[in-house]
């Protein structure tokens, strides 16, 4: 655990504040520690307020309070983000951000001449 939370910080540490401010976090997150529930985690992000479900689907107004780190009062607990997806809450608890799989092309409808 030691390990993964090193790993997020020194993600951070190449990140500047603009470029914190330029990382949208809207999206399904599947929790890959510590977690609470089996089911994806969202984030609806508008400006620096954030709307989070985790993967227990229990909600939770949040805000980015300085570039890099969501502050979430309800749960009583910040955590960090980096700009690969990755988010590592204070208790433990880490959401990697879900790239679904493009839609496949529809298959071309048959030429009929008449």
Known sequence: MKALAIIAALSLVGMTPAAAQDI??????????HCRGTGLAFIAQNAWQLNLVNEAGLLARAWIDYPGHIWAPAW?????YSGDGFILFE????????????????AP??????
């Open 109 to 114: 409808l048959p030429y009929t001449h008449g």
């Open 91 to 106: 208790d433990g608890t880490a959401w990697q951000r879900v790239i679904p799989a493009p839609l496949p092309t529809p």
């Open 76 to 80: 009583n607990e910040g955590a960090v």
């Open 24 to 33: 949208l976090l809207t999206g399904p997150y599947q929790c890959v520690q």
